[in-house]
T-cell receptor, first 114, second 109 residues
Framework: NAGVTQTPKFQVLKTGQSMTLQCAQD?????MSWYRQDPGMGLRLIHY???????DQGEVPNGYNVSRSTTEDFPLRLLSAAPSQTSVYFC?????????????FGDGTRLSIL | TQLLEQSPQFLSIQEGENLTVYCNSS?????LQWYRQEPGEGPVLLVT???GGEVKKLKRLTFQFGDARKDSSLHITAAQPGDTGLYLC?????????WGAGTKLIIKP
């Protein structure tokens, strides 16, 4: 049972570099989302998708892009990395967007921007 | 802006003790979820409560949703080292999930 798979687990970038964080789920979930987790701040929503071809911004979308070409995959792109984007990034999926739906999380990508 | 405040932020106790952590807001939520996160892993759902006053038990963990659906508590009886982790609450409202900052719990053997 793979669930939600995130790659890579760790990454170090230099300021200004770009990269893509990968996220894949095998539960046929319609709703997928990206969060960042910083100490003392909880989980903050970056972008989300309610289905293939449909994405929208969350609370902290600046500096990030997403796309959803398939139900399974939801990559997060950092356009030009900044030190403020140093964080742990989590991808999550759920059956639907409903607020009471259980969220299934990947194990995260730990990203450092130098 | 809806906020969920969790308290305490950090708790370190001995194995066998009881504890309660809290999740409070001034906003009403349609549901309240509790997650546990262990180091190097993503959060894992423990329970969802949806009715004001609802109480759910998961072995030694007891979850309660406030009557007004603005707050929730998690009580652990006879804590064990395996209970160590970050406990997160998340309130559901209008298709959004509002997350608390978490309570970091350490149970010492």
């Amino acid at each position: 049972n793979a669930g939600v798979t995130q790659t890579p687990k760790f990454q170090v970038l230099k300021t200004g570099q770009s990269m893509t964080l990968q996220c894949a789920q095998d539960m046929n979930h319609e709703y997928m989302s990206w969060y960042r987790q910083d100490p003392g701040m909880g989980l903050r929503l970056i972008h989300y998708s309610v289905g293939a071809g449909i994405t929208d911004q969350g609370e902290v979308p600046n500096g990030y892009n997403v796309s959803r070409s398939t139900t399974e995959d939801f990559p997060l792109r950092l356009l030009s990395a900044a030190p403020s984007q140093t964080s742990v990034y989590f991808c999550a999926s759920s059956y639907s967007r409903g607020a009471g739906q259980p969220q299934h999380f990947g194990d995260g990508t730990r990203l450092s921007i130098l | 802006t809806q906020l969920l405040e969790q308290s305490p932020q950090f708790l370190s106790i001995q194995e066998g003790e009881n504890l309660t952590v809290y999740c409070n807001s001034s906003s009403v939520f349609s549901s309240l979820q509790w997650y546990r996160q262990e180091p190097g892993e993503g959060p894992v759902l423990l329970v969802t409560v949806v009715t004001g006053g609802e109480v759910k038990k998961l072995k030694r963990l007891t979850f309660q949703f406030g009557d007004a659906r603005k707050d929730s508590s998690l009580h652990i009886t006879a804590a064990q080292p395996g209970d160590t982790g970050l406990y997160l609450c998340a309130g559901g409202s209008n298709y959004q999930l509002i997350w608390g900052a978490g309570t970091k719990l350490i149970i010492k053997p």
